[in-house]
C-alpha cells in the first residue's frame, strides 16, 4: 500500500508537469504571430557626394613680385565643384602650403591671391580657409585662383623661390 500511494503522488506530480508545461506551450504559442506583408515595403535613402574636377596643385616658380593688376592677369588655376549627391553641400575650399617650412619656399604673407577677380592676402586666410559656399544636388560651381607674389616683395626676399600648394575641397552634408 505505501508503493501504491507512492507511485500516485509520483503520477500526480508527473501530470501536473505535463499540464503545466502544455498550458504554457499553447498559451506561448496562441500569443505568437507571424504574419506576412504582403505589399513591398519601401526604404528611401540619399547619397552625399562632392567631385572635383580640375588641377588642384599650385606650383610658383620663376617668378616675381607684381601689382594686383598684373596678378589678377596671370593664368587661372581653375576647378570645379559638383554636388552629385541628394542632398545640399556645404563645403569650404582652402590652400594647404606643401612646401611650409622649407627656406627655399615662399610663405603666405609674401603672396596675393584672386579668387574670381576678388583680391585677398593669403595671410587673410582664416586657418587657410578661402571661402565657404554651398550647392544644392546637381549644382555645380566653377572658380578661378590666381596666385602672385605681392609687389612690395623684393627679389631678394622672394627672387628665386618657389610657392607649392594644394587646393582643399571639404564638404559635408548641410542637413546632419
Known amino acids: 500500500m505505501k508503493n501504491r ?98 627656406p627655399d619656399a615662399l610663405t603666405e604673407s609674401q603672396l596675393k591671391y584672386s579668387i574670381d577677380s576678388n583680391s585677398h592676402i593669403l595671410t587673410d586666410f582664416n586657418n587657410n580657409s578661402a571661402f565657404f559656399g554651398t550647392l544644392k544636388p546637381n549644382a555645380t560651381k566653377t572658380y578661378t585662383l590666381r596666385v602672385w607674389i605681392n609687389e612690395n616683395e623684393t627679389l631678394a626676399t622672394a627672387g628665386y623661390k618657389y610657392f607649392w600648394a594644394s587646393i582643399i575641397v571639404d564638404a559635408s552634408n548641410c542637413n546632419s
Open 5 to 102: 500511494k507512492r507511485n500516485l503522488i509520483i503520477m500526480i506530480v508527473v501530470l501536473t508537469l505535463v499540464i503545466a508545461i502544455s498550458t504554457i506551450g499553447i498559451t506561448y504559442a496562441y500569443f505568437i504571430v507571424n504574419k506576412e506583408q504582403t505589399t513591398p515595403q519601401t526604404i528611401t535613402s540619399g547619397t552625399f557626394e562632392i567631385t572635383f574636377n580640375g588641377t588642384n596643385q599650385i606650383y610658383l616658380e620663376n617668378t616675381y613680385p607684381m601689382s594686383d593688376s598684373s596678378g589678377q592677369n596671370t593664368d587661372p588655376y581653375t576647378f570645379t565643384i559638383k554636388n552629385t549627391g541628394d542632398y545640399d553641400a556645404c563645403y569650404q575650399v582652402s590652400l594647404r602650403n606643401d612646401a611650409e617650412g622649407d
